[in-house]
């Protein structure tokens, strides 16, 4: 210590370790924040997406459109598995070759609370939120349809948030989910991608565990 000055942290490993920590902290707090707020705000739109686009419908008497809502339901999840099955393919022909120079920031250590590679996940929100509103302020087949397949976009993006973002990488804590075992199986699929074994594969993340699967392998290995 000279005039008063506290060692540097690079002279002091005990402290720098602290600082590092610190660090650390801040970053993982501000990220699930960040995720909290986003998706909190992303689910209570959909809800009142759902709520308003089904009970203008009611007005004045009328019924509840239980097959309409029925219809929402299916091309949901059928939304939901099309678009993991597209980002496989999106992850592998795209990020992997003309977007590598914004993916490459998610296979780097990450510097600061965010990356360039998150950018993907906005973009990703924007076609989700089109087609839930224009489901919402038009009636008809075409806009259901579209709901549907919004409602399903929006669904996976926020379980991608947490499984990708929270349990495969460590963003944030995820509570409970890192006990259900297909999840963990997804992580340790996941963490072979990054480690550029069998070619890159799994590309995909909900279905990665089931690349080495004989049943599903033809649609997962191209």
Not at 137 to 157: R, S, W
Request: contains cysteine; proline residues 5%; charged residues 15%.
């Amino acid at each position: 210590m000279e005039g008063g000055k506290s060692d540097p942290p690079a002279d002091n490993p005990a402290k720098l370790e602290v600082l590092l920590v610190e660090k650390e902290t801040r970053e993982r707090l501000t990220y699930v924040v960040a995720a909290v707020m986003s998706s909190l705000g992303i689910i209570s739109l959909t809800v009142l997406a759902v709520y308003y686009k089904f009970s203008y419908q009611m007005e004045e008497g009328g019924e509840i459109p239980y097959l309409e809502m029925l219809g929402t339901f299916a091309l949901s999840l059928g939304a939901a598995m099309s678009m993991e099955l597209m980002s496989k393919w999106v992850h592998k022909a795209l990020w992997h070759t003309s977007l590598w120079h914004m993916h490459k920031s998610h296979h780097k250590p990450r510097e600061g609370v965010f990356e360039l590679n998150d950018v993907f996940a906005v973009m990703n929100a924007i076609p989700a939120i089109v087609l839930l509103a224009y489901g919402v302020f038009y009636k008809g087949l075409l806009p259901g349809i579209c709901f549907g397949a919004g409602l399903g976009f929006t669904v996976l993006g926020i379980g991608y948030i947490f499984v990708h973002n929270g349990l495969v990488h460590k963003r944030f804590p995820v509570g409970p989910i890192v006990d259900i075992p297909y999840f963990r199986k997804v992580a340790a699929a996941h963490q072979l991608h990054h480690m550029g074994m069998f070619k890159g594969v799994p590309y995909g993340l909900f279905l990665g565990p089931k690349v080495y699967s004989c049943t599903w392998s033809f649609l997962l290995l191209f």
